[in-house]
């Protein structure tokens, strides 16, 4: 048995029996990946950056944006307990029966559930470990919080990439100051984002950084489900979904039509 088998195959196990799988089981398949079974695994490329931007965790831990892992250790935690099955599911012995199974989208029912506050903290998170990366895109073209809460202005981003064919990946891509963490910002406003989200262009980027980028997590921050149409056109072509719900806030009803809308493959 090789050593990606190996390593996988503890995973596999660990989720049957209904634990996660450890760091560094997820770091064993990862290496293996990388410096294994060479004839059957594709390496893939590192994201290239447009420029890099720096990025103030204490200023967003201050602002209640990132966990800080002192000031609260067991959110922090709670923030691993999704990480883990991500991962899993993205290099684990499931990941061939997923198709993109390293894209991975962070959706609500509707606003205000906490869906960017985990999509940025499961980002952080994810660029901690030292064998994968992690590149968070801010799909939620209407409300482009991430892009502003990382002060990012007047950069290209996803719109401009979708609506303008010149633009190349490496053009809206940044780099942070957060090693193994970029970012893909949502670009300028633009009044046809549903039609842009649901165009083959949108459909030819999703395969090209499933493609070239296999080593890394591609987490988008999207818009909330039941509020635009974007989150349901986006959940078709990633391979997976988080939906975040907030607790004793959000009614049932609307969770239940945020996954009917969502549809059967979930």
Known sequence: ????????????????????????????????????????????????????????????????????????????????????????????DQSELIPRSSLVMVASATSGEGKTFTAINLALSIAAERDVEVLLVDADIAKPNVSKLFNVRDEPGLTDFLSNSEFKIEDIVLGTSIEGLKLLPAGHANPLASELIASNRMVSLVEELDARFPNTIILFDTSPILQTNESQVLSGLVGQVLLVVAANKTPRPAVQEALSVLGDDL
Do not use: H, Y
């Open 1 to 92: 048995m090789s050593k990606l088998q190996t390593a996988i195959q503890k995973i596999s196990e660990s989720s049957r029996d209904g634990s996660l799988p450890s760091s560094r089981e997820i770091r064993e398949a990862m290496a293996a990946k990388r410096n294994g079974d060479r004839n059957q695994i594709t390496t893939g490329e590192t994201l290239q950056v447009s420029r890099s931007i720096d990025i103030d965790i204490a200023s967003l831990a201050e602002a209640g944006i990132a966990v800080a892992a002192e000031d609260n250790p067991a959110l922090r935690g709670e923030i691993r307990r999704i990480k883990w099955p991500v991962l899993a599911n993205a290099f684990g």
